[in-house]
């Protein structure tokens, strides 16, 4: 007997990608020496894929019996993000720390959010694009010599 049926199959290939794309994200924050790196990032994308995976499953179990909302769970994991961010944000006198690994984390929930309904090519194309700015703008900031680098 298979206990592993195609929508199962296609769930865990979802969470997989979600973690992935997640940590790539982190690896580069990682490489960079901040304080969420690789493991952290992998965790929050794919933490979000599964919310949204019970999100979308809870409304195919109950619809027709309760009134479900599927997009309300998800909509937390973007509230309680900024909590897990807020605490990669460090205030010293001279300045902020933090704020691109907060916001890195973020983004890994959305991409978790978006590979948890199915989204795979835009949470590929938004990985893509995010090393793109975490890697390229870094490189012509610290160039000009910015500070959120």
């Known amino acids: 007997m298979n206990w592993l049926t195609p929508q199962d199959t296609e769930m865990i290939a ?7 794309f997640g940590g790539f994200i982190g690896l580069e924050r990682e490489i960079h020496g901040k304080m969420a790196g690789f ?29 479900v909302d599927p997009s309300r769970i998800a909509a937390q994991v973007v509230s309680g993000i900024g909590f897990l961010g807020a ?3 460090i205030r010293f006198p001279t300045g902020v720390k933090g704020l691109t690994t907060a916001a890195s984390l973020w983004v ?21 694009i995010t090393l793109f700015v975490l890697w390229v703008f870094g490189v012509i900031g610290r160039r000009f010599g910015l500070t959120d680098v």
């Open 87 to 89: 605490g990669a944000i």
């Open 14 to 20: 979802r969470l997989i990608l979600a973690t992935l």
């Open 108 to 128: 890994a929930a959305g991409i978790g959010l978006a590979c948890g309904v199915g989204f795979i090519k835009p949470a590929l194309v938004t990985t893509v």
């Open 39 to 67: 493991r952290t990032h992998a965790l929050v994308s794919i933490g979000a894929a599964l919310i949204m995976l019970v999100s979308v499953n809870i409304y195919d179990v109950y619809k027709g019996e309760a009134q």
